[in-house]
């Protein structure tokens, strides 16, 4: 398969892996503004290019990867959109299209484009396709072209393919995707923008439970811990659970522990990133004793901490400690 071909200025290194192994395919990224960010620095993402590019796939990729999403913002309202999200405590990183559907309102966005990069770190992502893939995609879907009417669509495509050319040349990354499915587009965008993301993005939740009252149903990985050495046959753990320091310190001492959190440690730092690459959202971790109350509490605290000092967001829920 022959490589992607990467156009960059000299002030910035290549985007890595631009293209999904699975086919050829054309892509293209260059940073033609010294201060542009890479993708995986950026706050806000700006989508635009092509109708039929798959502009709405990748906005659903961005969605999935925790992005706040916005589709067809008129264009006058992006600096208070870009404001809004900055200032939000709730909204880490925002993306939305911006394309054809403007209409005559499009031909401001270059100078506001221009003004919110050196206030903001941003990022433009043009898609394009070839002629005959967009005609095919269009016939497929049976959906008319923004700028249908009377006009063929042939025509329709090449009007819409100049009046983007500005706009093109100010991108940071410009795809083809004429040879991408929409699982490829979602991996491109989750290789791209799942460094910083997944761990924002990803919740995992770690829950504690006991077998005799029932699996938990939404648990995505069981995880058996009656192996164990049992605290509730000591006296003195009896009436305490695994978060108190003495008998987390109890279950500690013994290697077994230790060597079945570095395993599972091990286990989920392999899983995790695959999870976040095929855009999964969420993960639920069930471990489970015999009353859900003092081991299976100890390693459900111990896999989470150990996760979010990764960066990950962790919900930890012992589910059964109180029973």
């Known amino acids: 398969m022959p490589k992607p071909r990467v156009r960059q200025s000299k002030s910035k290194k290549a985007i890595p892996n631009p293209v999904p192994p699975q086919r050829d395919g054309a892509t293209s990224a260059r940073v033609p503004h010294p201060g542009a960010p890479r993708p995986f620095e950026t706050d806000l993402v700006i989508v635009t290019g092509m109708s039929g590019s798959g502009k709405g796939s990748v906005l659903r990729a961005f969605e999935d990867l925790g992005f706040y999403c916005v589709d067809n913002l008129p264009v006058d309202l992006i600096p208070k959109f870009a404001e809004l999200t900055r200032n939000s405590p709730d909204i880490a990183r925002a993306a939305l299209v911006v394309d054809i559907r403007e209409g005559e309102a499009l031909e401001r966005f270059p100078a506001i484009f221009r003004e919110l990069r050196q206030q903001i770190p941003i990022l433009l992502v043009f898609l394009h396709a070839r002629d005959a893939v967009l005609l095919r995609r269009f016939s497929e879907t049976r959906r008319p072209h923004p700028l249908g009417g009377d006009v063929p ?7 819409e393919r100049k009046l983007l050319a ?20 979602r991996t491109f965008v989750s290789d791209h923008f799942r460094k910083s993301a997944a761990q924002r993005s990803m919740l995992i939740s770690c829950i504690s439970f006991g077998y005799r009252y029932g699996i938990p149903p939404d648990s995505d990985l069981v995880f058996d811990v009656r192996f164990l050495p049992n605290p509730n046959y000591i006296p003195q753990f009896h009436d305490l659970s695994g978060k108190n320091p003495k008998v987390a310190r109890y279950i500690r001492s013994f290697p077994q522990t230790r060597e079945f959190s570095q395993h599972i440690s091990e286990l989920l730092a392999y899983l995790i990133p695959h999870y976040v690459r095929e855009g999964k959202s969420y993960l639920t971790l069930a471990f489970g004793c015999t009353g859900g109350r003092h081991r299976s509490v100890m390693i459900a605290e111990t896999i989470g901490k150990n996760l979010a000092q990764k960066g990950f967001r962790i919900k930890t829920v012992h589910r059964d400690i109180a029973k």
């Not at 669509?153 to 009007?159: D, W």
């Not at 706009?167 to 499915?181: C, E, G, P, Q, W």
């Open 153 to 159: 669509l042939p025509q329709g495509i090449a009007r």
């Open 166 to 185: 500005t706009i093109r040349d100010l991108a940071d990354l410009v795809v083809d995707t004429s040879h991408f499915n929409v699982h490829e587009l």
